[in-house]
């Protein structure tokens, strides 16, 4: 396999612009002959489906959900980054590059980086005249917040629904396309397999979800914009539906998985309750400025909070790290609240579980101006704990949130598989090891509306008619496979629910392969996921049919997928024997437990390529090198 | 906690349906209603039957997937809350409840508690939009937009587009949903130039859709996980009128 | 009834006012043909029959209250409402573009409420095997049947008083005011109608109804013509129970006092 990133000559500041005008053009008049696939409707699929559409390129648009503007991006709360210095604060272009870049931890891919920070710009210009109301200042003028990782306040935000205005933004600009008719949506449609024809992606199987058809759709080219793979740890912040399937299906024909190690947690979630959780909830870190974090000092305290005097009390955060206390950078919180919960002091239901402490703050500076600056989240918190913060500590814990890796891309944003673009959460390319808040937002938005209908120009001009029609033999045997994978899920007719077995994946999943990795715990995984699989594939129970509505149907499919991807994901983990970014791993810490990274043997991007069922994946490696930015320690003292 | 669950069954858009009896034992109050109906589930499939079907996803109140009507009431008896976000605390041991999908014309049931909201995608494509191609917005600052006129316009747009307003109506209008997807832009200088085209063509595709009149009741409001207010739909009214007598009056 | 009393048509066989009748016809017939070209979408639309819905409302609103005006001076005395009834009938084609108007609203009124429900009925085939609300008033629940009730009312009504077929007898009652013009004897003839038990509880009911109906109808038809929102929501709802317990209760004074014996 060859990874070649296709990074433009030149200096680093004019590569994207010098890149756009030698890109090659598609004719205007021969744009109409083009139909390309988007499988996926948040703010990347959206984007980039509606400005394909303006461009005048056939669009089919693909969605699990029931409409368009439910994709998961709409649940994004904080807001988007964007280096437009109103606040004249001395941000830039270069800067918001370079903290991507150093909070990626150093391991992301720096022409992309540095793309994605000039267009950030023009998406704010882009959202806010499709009447994405923004926050505004009493003259009129957008408003910014500051975010985690920057020491400039560059984030837009429209109150905590930052996500969801941008995605009905997307969406409105879809649905015009969608009006107009270049743009046919198929919502309710899941993709189940990647079509490659001659060694290149040409189509794609999907299921409607309604009527449980199974149909081949062709084209020129196809885009995956379907988001991460946090739910291979069953719970995690995403939405119940987000799956890995259509990343990891295009993996298993031939697509390279890059980085599928670096996943984020965030420390702020609320805790699971019991068995039954189906979903975390995420409520914003700014909580952590005022609430201090604690557990009892000794095992199996049962007292409650209240009754719990202050020499009894652990306010771990403080005591670890005095400089910085409660608001130590996620990963490291999030760690340190693992270890006191696997001490045996975790609070709440199950034990996994730390107080976030809101009485000194409320003595401090009064109950009112605690409920000015969290009313809304408490009362989140009150709605699914039924607890009134005020008065009793708030339960925290952390959970999985998003996902670095994704598959490998160019600088085109397609993958190793010529046609195959991938953009958003999706790809694995801008945000390193971990990323920063306000984000993915940018990413999503800036792949699907500034970057993709350019570069996908660059493959098109040269395919010119090469579209299969959808009774090609290879869309044959591709449709062949998914009917049969889908018959022998019915036919199983075992003794668990499909949501038995994924939870028993994701609790090992986040035992050994969550926020703090080791590599015995790791071989572990690796070797019981097996065991696992073959549980799922002799013993569940996967009732209905496959001709009508089956919500089973579809969650049996997605974990078959995942419980392949888990795997891969630990070998990822397993190798790299450093700790960067969301990866940690313990045997590699400073005595302070800090992250150690290695950047002599690991400054690199793993690719993996599939090579048949049950075969150990091989490993690619893309150097990451640096010409403008100089490898540092990421430090938060 | 034990519940009594009645809940409406049907197999796809053409069957009829009916409401079947399940008995939800041991229900934890912590859970929330749709990890409540996961459990139910999860026992029906171990004993071999087919699991109840209902829309959800995001399962924090703001994607709009989830959709069911409590005891008459859509997303049950909360305010301001989805089912996905409603708890099984709110309801007593021993409580019956009746379980039924969102039910309008313009929203098809297509199995069990699961419809098919389309119309709102529609309503949507006919004009819930700004007419600006990628790559021609001028700079965000050029129009400063004032504050309380931003905050409206997020009044508005803060709909997630569930269609609980449609349920809760006993004409099954779709009067909030247009009024807030319209309102949102029209109150936005940039989405004043379209304004006019945007209330016809959008309040057009609602009639097209089957969805029934406003008989100024405000259910829709009171259900509305979000909150949105019944004043939109006045403003809808306003524009539309202005809008229906200009174009009277103008030439094409 | 003073002013039903005029704007019945007792008078129709009439050659002169056939003419008028013939005129107004033609302009009403005009006008919405006219209506009929340039708003014809407008009307067509579910909001259009809510604006002609609200129009109406308002009209007859209006027509309600100076009909209560009107009656109220039959506590004067009686020379008062005889002669306001003279002049009303005296008004000529002014009457009959009342009249004609009154009709039309009426007629509009009724015919967007039958076509909204029916869009209505359409749009909700499955009705809830469990139904509740959390807000809806009752008035507002019931503005169809309050609505009908009210309308059997003014049938009756016409009958009772304007066409005076219940009882034939009234067409004979003339009085002399005293300029010396002989009038219909108005007064005289509300207190007989009113003096029957079952008709002055039917116009009670009627009129609770109506008031009822007016509770919804008045804040309502501020809305549907985009003229409400929350702010004034409050005061307006203050508004609209006030102005219907005034109207209930200047309506009910009526044949109460009758009854009574306070007028005679």
């Known amino acids: 396999m060859k990874l070649d990133a296709k990074i433009p000559s030149g200096p680093l500041e004019s590569k994207w612009t010098r890149y756009l005008s030698e890109i090659k053009l598609v004719n205007p008049a021969n744009k109409r002959k083009y139909e390309i696939i988007v499988v996926g409707s948040g703010l990347g699929g959206a984007a980039a489906a509606a400005t394909l559409g303006e461009l005048g390129y056939h669009v089919k648009c693909f969605c699990y959900q029931d409409s368009p503007r439910r994709a998961h991006s709409i649940a994004a709360q904080g807001g988007i980054n964007a280096a437009k210095n109103y606040q004249n604060d001395g941000d830039s272009v270069y800067r918001l590059f370079y903290d991507t870049i150093k909070g990626g931890d150093f391991r992301a891919r720096e022409a992309n980086v540095y793309r994605l920070a000039e267009v950030s710009a023009e998406i704010i210009d882009q959202c806010t005249a499709q009447g994405v109301p923004f926050a505004r200042e009493y003259g009129g003028h957008l408003a910014n917040r500051s975010f985690g990782g920057a020491q400039v306040s560059r984030t837009f935000y429209a109150r905590g629904q930052t996500g969801q205005q941008l995605l009905l933004g997307a969406y409105s600009a879809l649905c015009r396309q969608i009006q107009a008719g270049t743009v046919t949506m198929f919502p309710r449609t899941e993709m189940l397999d990647l079509v490659v024809v001659e060694g290149h992606a040409k189509g794609i199987v999907v299921r409607d979800m309604v009527t449980g058809e199974i149909s081949s759709h062709s084209a020129d080219a196809v885009v995956l914009a379907t988001g991460g793979y946090s739910n291979v740890y069953d719970l995690s912040t995403n939405a119940r539906g987000c799956n890995v399937t259509a990343a990891f299906r295009a993996y298993k024909r031939g697509a390279a998985f890059a980085n599928p190690c670096y996943t984020q947690i965030h420390p702020t979630c609320i805790p699971v309750s019991g068995e039954y959780q189906s979903k975390l909830t995420l409520m914003s870190e700014s909580l952590r400025n005022d609430g201090r974090v604690w557990v009892p000092k000794e095992k199996g305290d049962s007292r409650s909070p209240q009754e719990i005097p202050e020499e009894d009390r652990d306010y771990f955060l403080e005591r670890k790290y005095p400089s910085y206390g409660n608001l130590a950078p996620r990963d490291i919180s999030s760690r340190s609240a693992k270890e006191v919960c696997d001490e045996g002091r975790g609070v709440g239901p199950g034990g996994l579980g730390v107080y976030l402490d809101f009485s000194d703050a409320i003595n401090r500076l009064g109950l009112d101006t605690i409920r000015e600056r969290y009313g809304n989240l408490f009362e989140m918190y009150e709605r699914i704990t039924g607890e009134d913060a005020y008065h009793t500590p708030m339960r925290i814990y952390p959970a999985l949130h998003y996902t670095m890796g994704g598959l490998w891309v160019d600088y085109n944003l397609m993958s190793n598989l010529p046609g195959l673009h991938v953009i958003g959460e999706a790809n694995f390319s801008d945000h390193g090891a971990n990323r920063l808040g306000a984000s993915a937002l940018m990413q999503g938005l800036a792949d699907g509306y500034f970057i993709l209908p350019y570069t996908i120009g660059a493959y098109l001009a040269d395919c010119k008619g090469k579209r299969p029609p959808t009774d090609h033999p290879d869309f044959r045997a591709v449709e062949k496979e998914v009917e049969e994978r889908t018959r022998k899920l019915l036919s199983i007719n075992g003794k668990r629910s499909t949501q038995s077995i994924h939870r028993e994946l994701g609790k090992l999943m986040w035992e050994k392969a969550g926020m703090a990795r080791n590599a015995d715990g790791l071989r572990e995984a690796v070797s019981r996921i097996p065991g696992i699989r073959e549980e799922f594939w002799q013993n569940v129970q996967v009732p209905g049919e496959g001709g009508e509505i089956n919500q089973e149907l579809e969650k049996a499919g997605r974990l078959a997928d995942f419980l392949e991807f888990g795997e891969l994901l630990c070998r990822d983990a397993l190798d790299r024997n450093e700790s960067c970014g969301g990866h940690f791993r313990e045997e590699f810490q400073t005595k302070e437990g800090e992250a150690l990274r290695n950047d002599e043997e690991y400054s690199y991007v793993s690719a993996w390529e599939f090579q048949g069922e049950n075969q150990e994946p091989v490993l690619h490696k893309e150097p990451i090198v640096y010409d403008e930015v100089k490898m540092a320690t990421r430090s938060y003292k | 906690m034990d519940l009594k669950l009645r809940v409406w069954r049907q197999k796809d858009r053409n069957s009829s349906g009916k409401l079947v009896e399940y008995d939800a034992r041991d229900i934890d109050p912590e859970m929330s209603f749709l990890e409540m109906l996961d459990v139910v589930n999860e026992r029906l499939i171990d004993s071999g039957d087919e699991p109840i079907a209902f829309d959800h996803d995001c399962r924090e109140g703001i994607c709009g997937a989830c959709s069911a009507t409590i005891n008459g009431i859509p997303h049950g008896p909360h305010r301001a809350t989805t089912v996905c976000q409603l708890h099984m605390r709110h309801f007593q041991d021993g409580d019956t409840l009746t379980i039924e999908p969102f039910r309008a014309r313009a929203f098809p049931v297509i199995r069990d508690l699961m419809v098919d909201r389309t119309a709102f995608d529609r309503i949507v494509e006919a004009g819930g939009y700004i007419s600006v191609g990628t790559g021609s917005a001028p700079e965000a600052n050029t129009l400063p937009i004032p504050k309380d006129q931003a905050e409206r316009a997020m009044d508005a747009a803060s709909c997630i587009g569930c269609g609980a307003c449609v349920a809760a109506c006993k004409n099954a209008s779709a009067m909030l949903f247009v009024a807030a997807k319209s309102s949102h832009l029209n109150t936005l200088p940039q989405g004043k130039p379209e304004k006019e085209r945007r209330v016809l063509s959008m309040v057009a595709a609602m009639d097209e859709a089957g969805f029934g009149n406003c008989t100024n009741q405000y259910e829709c409001s009171a259900v509305c996980p979000k909150s949105i207010s019944e004043d939109f739909i006045g403003q809808l009214n306003r524009e539309y009128f202005v809008a229906s007598i200009k174009q009277q009056f103008t030439t094409k | 009834m003073g002013f039903a009393e005029t704007v019945g048509l007792r008078n129709l066989g ?71 009834a003279h002049f009303l009938q005296n008004l000529g084609p002014g009457l009959w573009a009342v009249r004609l108007i009154l009709l039309a ?97 039917f116009y009670i009911v009627a009129i609770g109804l109506l008031s009822v109906h007016l509770r919804h109808g008045i804040a309502s038809m501020l809305q549907s013509l985009g003229w409400r929102n929350r702010k004034i929501a409050g005061p307006l709802e203050k508004v609209s129970i006030g102005l219907s317990i005034l109207y209930f209760a200047g309506n009910a004074a009526i044949p109460l006092a009758i009854m009574a014996g306070f007028v005679s």
């Open chain 3, 14 to 84: 009439s050659l002169e006012s056939g003419k008028m009748y013939c005129g107004v016809a033609v302009i009403v017939f005009s006008l919405s043909n006219f209506m009929e070209k340039t708003t014809a979408r407008l009307f067509r639309s579910s909001l259009g029959k809510k604006y002609v819905m609200a129009v109406s409302g308002v009209i007859l609103l209006l027509f309600v209250i100076g009909h209560l005006i009107g009656n109220l001076q039959i506590f004067a005395h009686p020379d008062v409402i005889n002669a306001y």
């Open chain 3, 105 to 201: 609203t009426v007629v509009a009124h009724i015919w967007s409420a039958v076509e909204l429900t029916i869009e209505n009925r359409r749009a909700r085939p499955d009705s809830y095997e469990v139904k509740d609300t959390i807000q809806a008033s009752y008035a507002s629940r019931t503005m169809r049947i309050s609505g009908f009730i009210v309308l059997a009312f003014i049938l009756f009504h016409l009958a009772h008083f304007t066409l005076q077929v219940v009882n034939p007898e009234y067409q004979d009652l003339y009085t002399e005011l005293a300029d010396g013009t002989v009038v219909h004897d108005v007064h005289t003839m509300m207190v007989a109608g009113f003096q029957n038990v079952w008709i002055s509880l």
